[in-house]
T-cell receptor, first 118, second 116 residues
Framework: EAGVAQSPRYKIIEKRQSVAFWCNPI?????LYWYQQILGQGPKLLIQ????????DSQLPKDRFSAERLKGVDSTLKIQPAKLEDSAVYLC????????????????FGPGTRLTVL | SQKIEQNSEALNIQEGKTATLTCNYT??????LQWYRQDPGRGPVFLLL?????KEKRKERLKVTFDTTLKQSLFHITASQPADSATYLC???????????????FGQGTTLQVKP
């Protein structure tokens, strides 16, 4: 079974530029997550999708971050314009079905994209 | 607000010893608690899950305990090996009021270094 795929693995940009990350979850997984992980911290949830709908985007800085999962499969996360404090690893994860109350929501993570904003 | 705390300092132990990592939580009553392992440059990998009605869970050399009174989980690695060196994240959660699974909240992780 293929895991969660992410690209690119690394990205270096200047502040105020834009950047996009792509994620392809495990086949059949209804729930997709984007996390931001700053060095020395645990992953922080930015946005959660259930199929192609947004479940939680309460911690997404909506003035500069956007995300979509149009067909309920792969997803893109965009930052425009980037700030220095956006330097972090952006992790994508998927789980089978978050809406199933009997689920324990074990999440499967991709390798992440390391973003450096100069 | 909900708060998850793990040992912020790295844990250095000798090969063959038992490593014990701590996860404390406040303002929270999780139904489950998950432990993940994260290697440098990689995403977290699920290791174990323990439910609130379970005191202890084992998997090979790993053991997790869950004390809802103390609001604490302990993660043990017995007969530790250099290959166990990594950052370990705890993530408690509970189903939300809407009947969904709820949201994982990750601790900051504890880095374990096992020396040969």
């Amino acid at each position: 079974e293929a895991g969660v795929a992410q690209s690119p693995r690394y990205k270096i940009i200047e502040k105020r530029q834009s950047v996009a990350f792509w994620c392809n979850p495990i086949s059949g997984h209804a729930t997709l997550y984007w996390y931001q992980q700053i060095l020395g911290q645990g992953p922080k949830l930015l946005i959660q999708f259930q199929n192609n709908g947004v479940v939680d985007d309460s911690q997404l800085p909506k003035d500069r971050f956007s995300a979509e999962r149009l067909k309920g499969v792969d997803s893109t996360l965009k930052i425009q314009p980037a700030k220095l404090e956006d330097s972090a690893v952006y992790l994508c994860a998927s789980s089978l079905d978050w809406s199933d109350i009997t689920s324990t929501d074990t999440q499967y993570f991709g390798p992440g994209t390391r973003l450096t904003v100069l | 607000s909900q708060k998850i705390e793990q040992n912020s300092e790295a844990l250095n132990i000798q090969e063959g010893k038992t490593a014990t990592l701590t996860c404390n939580y406040t303002n929270y009553s999780p139904a489950y608690l998950q432990w993940y392992r994260q290697d440098p440059g990689r995403g977290p990998v699920f290791l174990l899950l323990i439910r609130e009605n379970e005191k202890e869970k084992r998997k090979e050399r790993l053991k997790v305990t869950f004390d809802t009174t103390l609001k604490q989980s302990l993660f043990h690695i017995t007969a530790s090996q250099p290959a166990d060196s990594a950052t370990y994240l705890c993530a408690p959660h509970r189903p939300d009021g809407s009947g969904n699974t709820g949201k994982l909240i990750f601790g900051q992780g504890t880095t374990l270094q096992v020396k040969p």
